[in-house]
């Protein structure tokens, strides 16, 4: 699947650095965490006919068996995923996609999945995409908590390298 998009310059802005355990204390494991955005961010010097958003459904839905392993496996979250799938299968998945501008740097383009199902009071997922220059992928992930506190919601954010062989 990398090969099929490797013309995809896909930059991200990083929250945080490297893998690392990641302090969870604030989110409890026992029921999944809505997954209630997915984008990726290209520029728009090789996405000329938009293929961004063909990537991010079909990397997403062929990825994410493998994504949600290893989310498990590294954080012991579980990734509770029913509206994206619902709504690329009913082929009704609505991508939007943002220009973002910047003077001086190269026009970037960010397709965007959000879920129109709201997420629930304890937790939801942010995933964001980028292509690395060993070829791997970068999976940033931030999860928000907000249990309604007078504290605000809490905000975890985490990276993951991702090897898929396509």
């Known amino acids: 699947m990398i090969r099929k998009f490797a013309g995809l310059a896909v930059l991200m802005i990083l929250v945080s650095a490297g893998l690392y355990a ?11 965490v809505h997954v209630g955005e997915v984008s990726v961010l290209v520029s728009s010097e090789v996405d000329r006919n ?13 990825g994410i068996e493998a994504i949600k392993a290893m989310v498990s496996e590294q954080q012991g979250l579980e990734l509770d995923d029913v509206a994206f799938i619902t709504e690329m299968e009913n082929g009704n998945l609505d991508v939007s996609l943002d220009i973002e501008e ?7 383009k960010r397709y965007t999945w959000r879920s129109a199902v709201p997420a629930d009071l304890r937790a939801s997922m942010t995933l964001h995409f980028g292509l690395r220059e060993d070829g791997s992928l970068l999976l940033s992930v931030t999860v928000v ?3 309604n506190s007078e504290e605000g919601p809490s905000e975890l954010s985490f990276d993951m390298p991702l090897y898929l062989e396509g």
């Open 50 to 62: 938009n293929t961004g958003r063909a990537f991010l459904i079909s990397f997403y839905y062929d």
């Open 102 to 108: 910047s003077p001086g740097q190269e026009t970037m």
């Open 22 to 32: 990641a302090d969870l204390s604030g989110i409890s494991r026992q029921k999944p």
């Open 145 to 147: 908590n907000d249990d």
